[in-house]
């Protein structure tokens, strides 16, 4: 069955750091991943997704994410880490192409220090 | 309004009441979605709807009533909920649901309480 783990439970950086947050995902077919971020008591938004094609995805905010086949991974990244960063954010892959169901992972929160 | 709305943004209600949640998404999709995200677990699916026909059931208890009247609209009917049933409801909603048209994007969701 399909999945997707985030390991991270919750990040903490330091403002102006680099961020790597972890996806690992289990899908037998090249799969459809996204990045979504969520702000306390807001609904989520769209970071970036993978489709096909380039590996190193461009999203929204400066953030980056790089999927890789081998690893069964879509690493989320950014260079300089913002205070307006800190938020949930959440992995998923789709889990079948007929319904667009989605599965997400737990999430990580990311804590950003002064 | 722009994007997906969702009204109520909070609500409370007893364990013999009944309510609905709304949902309209004004980007023009064909598809509709609602997740249920609980504290501690993740987002779960509800519901799919396609050009208002429900593709999708996730084994969700019959107390949760959906209805898509068109393919703007999405509705849960809430009834005779329990405690465990607080959480925040998400709706969103893609130009379809294959590939990349099936890019979805969520609404600001519903906090329920059920006491």
């Known amino acids: 069955a399909q999945s997707v783990t985030q390991p991270d439970i919750h990040i903490t950086v330091s403002e102006g750091a680099s961020l790597e947050l972890r996806c690992n995902y289990s899908y037998g077919a090249t799969p459809y991943l996204f990045w979504y971020v969520q702000s306390p008591g807001q609904g989520l938004q769209l970071l970036l997704k993978?489709?096909?094609?380039?590996?190193l995805v461009q999203g929204i905010k400066g953030f980056e994410a790089e999927f890789k086949r081998s690893q069964s991974s879509f690493n989320l990244r950014k260079p300089s880490v913002h205070w307006s960063d800190a938020a949930e954010y959440f992995c998923a892959v789709v889990a079948s192409s007929n319904t667009g169901k989605l599965i997400f992972g737990q999430g990580t929160t990311l804590q950003v220090k002064p | 309004e722009t994007g997906v709305t969702q009204t109520p943004r909070h609500l409370v209600m007893g364990m013999t009441n009944k309510k609905s949640l709304k949902c309209e998404q004004h980007?023009?999709?064909?598809?509709m979605y609602w997740y249920k995200q609980s504290a501690k677990k993740p987002l779960e699916l509800m519901f799919v709807y396609s050009l208002e026909e429900r593709v999708e059931n996730n084994s969700v208890p019959s107390r949760f009533s959906p209805e898509c009247p068109n393919s703007s609209h999405l509705f849960l009917h809430l009834h005779t909920l329990q405690p465990e049933d607080s959480a925040l409801y998400l709706c969103?909603?893609?130009?379809?649901?294959?590939?990349?048209?099936?890019?979805?994007?969520f609404g600001p969701g519903t906090r329920l309480l059920v006491l």
């Open positions: 993978y489709f096909s094609g380039d590996t």
């Open positions: 980007l023009g999709h064909n598809a």
């Open positions: 969103a909603s893609s130009q379809d649901r294959q590939g990349s048209s099936g890019t979805q994007y």
